[in-house]
């Protein structure tokens, strides 16, 4: 399992890594490495340069010339023609051959060509050898680099999540929130369970500071309201106090991505999921059992169909989403259950997104 601050650094490289790779996509450098890579590819300039690089000077047209018109011109006629100027000789096969040939080597366009053909590294004066010298440098660019490193498809997958929803918790809690109990309309939300020890305090033992939310659990006797299963709500004696909070604002994603930072302290147990308000059923991001010391960051995905948590990047949970097609809330609440060992405790909150697909 990676550290948090390691996993949270991830996430971050992955938002700046969309922002670069689309940015490198619509590059002068990209569109530059691509056009050079059809052309260097291409089976005309591989044959071109296999032509070049392979191909014996002595076994072109041009060499094959120059040895016919060297051998010529020694020959006996030939030389007495180039030494006297008779033109009486220049009638005789071997001048008349030589002064084609002549006529041929000396035109500018052959003297060109043979002197390319003659060169053993013709291909390095070649425009396609500066294509190819560009495309390799393109090659080690860094942008063309790192965009080799990711695929379309795992971009556009990272892309399809979209954020929806966020709380940083930069001042105190916001009309994003409200204390109690998610119900159906009309139902008393703001209450205590006899079934737990503490009573919760509509957010008075909730505190906001340096971007971070605090939940504390104390002990503190209160009377407050009470759910009993039979006899109804009632007013009951606590031991100690917490809070409870759900977001005002139902979600609606039929697929979607619950992501806080969290750390816990002392004895109380902790919750956060999403619950409906159809049925008092939680599909928890976290609970104390699966939490970290200190800060992590816990990771709920869902579906039409199943459920599955992360502590950082390990699945630690997989279950059937049996929220499904329900308008779903955030709860977030701290808890001692009876008679087990109660004590003081905190769930502190950096952060806490939603994401959507």
Same mark, same amino acid.
């Given at each position: /399992?990676?550290?948090?601050?390691? &996993? ?14 689309? #940015?490198?996509? @619509? ?17 005309? &300039? ?19 010339? +120059? !040895? ?8 006996? =006629? ?34 060109? #060509? $043979?002197? &390319? ?10 425009? #396609? ?34 954020? !929806?929803?966020?709380? #940083?918790?930069?001042?105190? +809690? ?14 008393? =939300? ?11 305090? @509509? ?18 006797? !209160?009377?407050? %309201? %009470? ?5 109804? /709500?009632?007013?009951?004696? &606590? ?23 969290? %750390? ?12 409906? $308000?159809?049925?008092?059923? !939680? ?5 104390? %059992? ?12 869902? $579906? ?16 059937? $989403? ?36």
């Amino acid at each position: /399992m990676q550290k948090t601050k390691v &996993f949270e650094q991830w996430l971050l490289d992955q938002k700046a890594m969309i922002l670069r790779y689309r #940015e490198v996509e @619509k590059g002068a450098v990209l569109a530059e490495y691509n056009q050079l890579k059809a052309i260097v590819e291409s089976s005309d &300039f591989q044959a071109k340069k296999t032509e070049l690089t392979t191909t014996k000077y002595a076994n072109t047209s041009y060499g094959k010339t +120059m !040895v016919e018109y060297k051998s010529l011109k020694w020959k006996g =006629a030939v030389l007495m023609y180039r030494l006297f100027h008779k033109e009486s000789l220049a009638q005789k096969p071997e001048v008349a051959s030589y002064l084609q040939l002549l006529e041929q080597v000396q035109k500018p366009e052959f003297k060109k #060509e $043979n002197a &390319f053909w003659k060169n053993e590294k013709r291909w390095l004066t070649t425009v #396609e050898a500066a294509q190819e010298k560009r495309y390799h440098k393109l090659a080690k660019h860094a942008d063309v680099v790192f965009y080799g490193q990711h695929t379309e498809a795992e971009v556009a997958e990272l892309e399809s999540y979209k954020l !929806v929803w966020k709380d #940083e918790f930069d001042a105190a +809690m916001t009309s994003q929130w409200e204390t109690g109990f998610v119900y159906p309309a009309g139902m008393k =939300a703001d209450h205590s369970h006899v079934s737990e020890q503490q009573a919760y305090t @509509k957010g008075q033992n909730t505190q906001v500071s340096g971007s971070v939310m605090t939940i504390a659990t104390k002990k503190q006797t !209160v009377n407050a %309201a %009470a759910w009993h299963p039979t006899r109804g /709500m009632h007013m009951h004696e &606590f031991a100690y106090t917490s809070d409870v909070w759900h977001t005002k604002e139902a979600l609606n994603m039929k697929t979607g991505v619950l992501q806080a930072k969290v %750390a816990y302290t002392g004895a109380a147990k902790h919750m956060m999921g999403l619950t409906a $308000n159809k049925m008092q059923h !939680v599909l928890p991001i976290l609970h104390t %059992a699966s939490a970290m010391k200190g800060y992590a960051i816990y990771t709920l995905v869902w $579906n039409e169909t199943e459920v599955v948590g992360y502590v950082n990047d390990q699945e630690v949970s997989r279950s059937k $989403n049996s929220l499904a097609g329900e308008a779903m809330h955030i709860l977030l609440r701290s808890y001692l259950p009876e008679n087990q060992n109660a004590g003081k405790g905190t769930m502190s909150v950096d952060w806490v997104r939603v994401y959507a697909r």
